[in-house]
C-alpha cells in the first residue's frame, strides 16, 4: 500500500468539455436513497419526464409501492405560483394520511420546479410546522440543470446535516448510503479496530440520524458527497481524507486514514486486516486474470469514475484510457489522483458525441458507460459495462472487492466465450 | 398537481422520440436540460435497439438560465445536422424548455438549414405520450407528404407502427402477408421504417390501413382529406377482425377478398375439447384502447372468456371504449392511476388479467396471471422470435399466450378433486410454471388505498368460520370469484351471515 507511483494524476491536465451530457439528473438517487432510509418517502415535485424518468431508471427492479412519487406539475400550477404551494399542501397532506409511517418527507425539487421558482425550502418549512412533530419535511434539487446523477444523494444527505442533533462526543460518522449488509461489515471491522462510538449518515430511519459537532471525525463512503462534507465542515465536524474503499488497497488506506485519526497501534491494525485483506486480495486476483493488461475507457456517470479507475489499474492489472467523471472535486479526489497511474487521459464533463469519437479511435477492451450507449457500443463490436450497476451493488470493502472485480471482468469473460460467433446486430 | 406512482405514458416528447427513433434519415433536436437522456434507454435496453436514438439533447443547465440558452440550441442543431446530414428535423421542446420558451421552431428556420425542418408543439403539461407519437407523425405527413401520382397498380401504405411499439415489427409481416395475398403492394410502411424521403411519396398509394390508431389517426385523416386516400377501421387483432378487415380491403381497393389462412389454427385449438376448461373463465382487460378494445372481442368470441373488467388508460379513446363497455355489460375503467387499476382488478377478482407490464405487477401482488396484450412494455415484450399480434399468424399467438398462464382443463379438475393432498395446494400453482407460483395477496393488496364505495350490506356481511374454512378448500384459482359470488348472493337475498349453506346456494344459483 505504501506502493505509491510516483507520477499521480494531480499534475495531469483535464480536458474540460460542455455538451450533450448522456448521463442521469440526481433524481435518480431516490431509486436507492428510498430503500436505505426506511420511514422517508421522497416526493418529487416535476412534471410527467420527473415520473418517466424514475419509473424507466428503476424498471423492474422494484414494484412493491415505492416511498417515492411525483407531484406532477399541470397547466393550473403554471399559472399561478400561490396554487401550486395551496396543491402541494394538499398532496402531501393526502400523502401522509395515506402513509402514517412515514417519518421524513423529503420535497425534491426538479428542473421545471427551479425554473418556474417553486420555493420548496419554505414549502418545507411550512408543511414542517403543519405536520410537527410526527414528521419532519426537508427538501433538496435533484434537478438535472443542477445535479448529475449522484449529486442527488449529495444534495440529500447535505439537507440533512443542518438537522443534525449536536454533540461534544468524538464520534466517527460514515458518510454515504450504502447496503445494508456493507455497512455492517464496515462497522464491525471499525469495531474491531476499536473505533466504537460510530454512526452513519443516513441513518435507516430518521431516529437513527447521526449526531455532529466540533469532535465529530468523518469519513466519505462515496466520492461524490463534496457538498454533504462541505455542510458537516460548517457544523465543526473535520473530514478524515482517504481513498475511497474499493479494492483491497483503497479499502486498508481508508481504514489506515481512519485509525490513524483515532490513534489505533499499526499492530493491532495489521493484526485485525490481515485476513479480510488476504482473502479480498485472493478474490480480486480470479477476476484479475480476465482483466490484466487490457484498456479501459470509463464515460462520465457517478463520480466513482477515478476511484475504480484506482483499483482497476492498481489491483487488476488494467490501463485507463480515459478517465471521464462529470465533476472533478479536487479536495476530495486528491488521495485518489496521487495514486492513479500516469498516462490516462482525465476529462471532466461531456460532448457526447466527441467522446465516442474518442472511443472509436481508441478501441478500449472495455467501456464503462450508461444504459443509453451500452448496446449501440456493443453492437459496434466494443465491450460496455453498465455504470449504473456500480451504484445498485454493494461494492465497497473488503468482502466486495472481488465482487466489484468480477463485475468489470464478466462483460469481457461473456465477449471471449461468444467470440465464436461474431455478434450479427439488428439495429 | 397530480400525484403519481407509475406512468402508462411518459412526456409526449417520448412519443416524438418513438416515432423519429423507427424512422431512417431523420434527426430530432430538443431542447432539453441534462438528464432527459433517460429516454435514449427505453430504446437501447428495452427495444435493445444497437443504435442510439436519433436525438440530440441541448443539455442546458442552471447557469445557462436567462443568458443563452437560445444560442445553445441553436448550436446544437447546426451540429446535429453536420455531424448526422438527415434527410429532415425535427426540433422541439421538453418540459423545463416549454417554460422558458425559447422558440426552437422559430431558432431553427432561421438557421437556414438546407432541409426541411419541423417544429412541434407538443404541450408537456397537458398532454402526454401517445399525444406525442400521433401528433409528431401528422406533423411529419403535413410537412413532408407531396401531391404525387397514384401507383399503376393497387397499393396501399401500413400507417402507426413506432419504435418501442407492442409487437409491431411483427405486426407489419402479417398485415403485409395479408397485403400480399390479395395482389396489393406496399407502397410505405410508416412511420417505423420509412424514411422522410418515402414520407414525400404516401400519396401514392391508393388508400391507408392503419393498425395503431393511437399513433396514427390523425395522419391517416389528413391524408384522406389532402389526398383523397381511404383508410381503413378495422385493427385485424384476433381471427375474426383479420377476416373483417380482409373484408374491409377488399372494399376499398376493389380487390377480391382473399385470406390465406392455411397456417390458422387458433378456431380449431379454441373449438377442440380440450378447450373446454376456458369456457367462462373470467378475464380483466386493461390496456391502450385499441388493443384492450381488440382483447375483448377475442376474449368473449374466440376464447370463451367472460370479459369482466375493461379499461384503457388513454382518455383520447375513451368514447369507443365505453360503447363496447356497454356492450358487454361492464362498467368502463378510464384511468392512468395503476393504484386505481389495481384497486379495480382486486374487486373483480378476475381468473386471469390481459394488460400491460402495470397490470402483469398487479397481478404478481394480487396472485392472478396475466398475459401481457398493451403497451407500456418491458424488454420481455420484444421476443427474439416472430410474436405477432395481428393476422393469421397474431390469432395463433393470441390463442398460446393467453391460455400459458392458466391452469390447465384436467388439472384444474385434479385439484378439485384432491384439493386437501399437499401436492395440489395453492401454493403449488400450474404446473407447467415451474418456481412461478402465483404469490398469495400481500397483506396491503387486500387493503386497497383507495376505498371503492361498496354497498353497505355486503360490508356487513360475516362469514362463519365453517363456510370460511369451506371457502379455502376451493382451489385459488376461483376462490376470488367464489367469495365475490357468495356475497353478492348472500347480499342480494338480504342474508347477513355466511355459512357453508349460503356458500353452496350461492354456487347453485351462479351454476353455468
Known sequence: MNDHTPLGCNAAPVLKERGQHEVFCGLTGIIWLHRKMQDAFFLVVGSRTCAHLLQSAAGVMIFAEPRFGTAILEEGDLAGLKDANDELDREVARLLERRPDIRQLFLVGSCPSEVIKLDLSRAAERLSQAHAPNVRVLNFSGSGIETTFTQGEDACLASMVPELASTDAANLLLVGALPDVVEDQARALLSDLGIDNVQVLPGRRADQDPEVGPNTRYALLQPFLGDTAGALDKRGAQRIAAPFPFGEEGTTLWLKAVADAFGIEADHFDRVTAAPRARARKAVAAAAQTLSGKRIFFMPDSQLELPLARFLTRECGMEAVEVGTPFLHRAIMEPELDLLPGGARLSEGQDVEKQLDRVRADQPDLTVCGLGLANPLESEGLTTKWAIELVFTPVHFYEQAGDLAGLFARPVRRKALLAAQPAEVTP | ?512
Open chain 2, 1 to 512: 398537481m397530480k400525484l403519481t406512482v407509475w406512468t402508462y405514458e411518459g412526456p409526449p416528447h417520448v412519443g416524438a422520440m418513438r416515432v423519429a427513433t423507427g424512422m431512417e434519415g431523420l434527426h430530432y433536436v430538443l431542447h432539453a436540460p441534462q438528464g432527459d437522456t433517460y429516454a435514449d434507454l427505453l430504446f437501447t435496453m428495452i427495444e435493445r435497439r444497437g443504435k442510439r436514438p436519433p436525438v440530440t439533447y441541448t443539455t442546458f443547465q442552471a447557469r445557462d438560465l436567462g443568458s443563452d440558452t437560445a444560442t445553445l440550441f441553436k448550436d446544437a442543431c447546426l451540429a446535429a445536422y453536420e455531424r448526422f446530414k438527415p434527410e429532415a428535423l425535427i426540433v422541439g421542446a421538453s418540459c423545463t424548455a416549454e417554460l422558458i420558451q425559447d422558440d426552437p421552431g422559430g431558432l431553427a428556420e432561421a438557421l437556414g438549414l438546407p432541409v426541411p425542418v419541423i417544429a412541434l408543439e407538443l404541450p408537456s403539461y397537458s398532454r402526454k405520450e401517445l399525444f406525442g407519437t400521433d401528433e409528431t407523425f401528422y406533423q411529419l405527413c403535413r410537412a413532408l407528404a407531396k401531391p404525387v401520382d397514384r401507383t399503376p397498380e393497387v397499393s396501399c401504405n401500413i400507417l402507426g407502427p413506432v419504435g418501442l411499439g407492442f409487437r409491431h415489427r411483427d405486426d407489419v409481416v402479417e398485415v403485409t402477408k395479408l397485403l400480399d395475398a390479395m395482389d396489393i403492394t406496399v407502397n410505405c410502411v410508416a412511420p417505423m421504417g420509412s424514411r422522410p424521403s418515402d414520407l414525400a411519396r404516401l400519396g401514392a398509394a391508393h388508400f391507408n390501413v392503419v393498425l395503431y390508431p393511437e399513433h396514427a389517426e390523425n395522419a391517416a385523416r389528413w391524408l384522406e382529406r389532402e389526398h383523397g386516400q381511404p383508410f381503413t377501421k378495422t385493427v385485424p387483432i384476433g381471427t375474426q377482425a383479420t377476416r373483417r378487415l380482409v373484408d374491409e380491403v377488399a372494399q376499398i381497393s376493389g380487390q377480391a377478398a382473399n385470406l390465406q389462412d392455411d397456417d390458422l389454427r387458433q378456431p380449431w385449438w379454441s373449438a377442440s375439447v380440450d378447450s373446454t376448461y376456458l369456457t367462462g373463465k373470467r378475464v380483466f382487460i386493461f390496456g391502450d384502447a385499441t388493443h384492450a378494445m381488440a382483447a375483448a372481442r377475442v376474449a368473449r368470441d374466440e376464447m370463451g372468456f367472460e370479459v369482466c373488467g375493461l379499461g384503457c388508460y388513454n382518455r383520447e379513446f375513451a368514447r369507443p371504449l365505453r360503447a363496447l363497455a356497454k356492450e358487454f355489460g361492464v362498467e368502463a375503467l378510464i384511468t392512468d392511476d395503476y393504484l386505481e387499476v389495481e384497486h379495480a382488478i382486486a374487486e373483480a377478482a378476475p381468473e386471469m388479467i390481459l394488460g400491460t407490464q402495470m397490470e402483469r405487477h398487479i397481478g404478481k401482488r394480487l396472485g392472478i396471471p396475466c398475459a401481457v396484450i398493451s403497451s407500456p412494455v418491458h424488454v420481455q415484450d420484444f421476443p427474439a422470435r416472430h410474436s405477432p399480434q395481428m393476422g393469421v399468424e397474431g390469432a395463433n399467438v393470441l390463442f398460446d399466450t393467453w391460455v400459458h398462464p392458466l391452469v390447465m382443463g384436467l388439472e384444474e379438475h385434479l385439484l378439485t378433486m384432491f384439493r386437501d393432498d399437499f401436492e395440489f395446494s395453492d401454493a403449488a400453482g400450474p404446473s407447467h410454471h415451474g418456481g412461478h407460483a402465483p404469490v398469495p395477496p400481500a397483506p396491503e393488496a387486500a387493503a386497497p388505498t383507495k376505498a371503492a364505495p361498496a354497498p353497505k350490506s355486503i360490508e356487513d356481511l360475516v362469514w362463519v368460520p365453517a363456510a370460511e374454512k369451506e371457502l379455502r378448500k376451493i382451489p385459488f384459482f376461483v376462490r376470488g370469484k367464489a367469495r365475490r359470488n357468495t356475497e353478492l348472493f348472500a347480499a342480494e337475498q338480504g342474508v347477513s351471515e355466511i355459512s357453508v349453506e349460503t356458500l353452496y346456494e350461492a354456487k347453485a344459483h351462479y351454476a353455468r
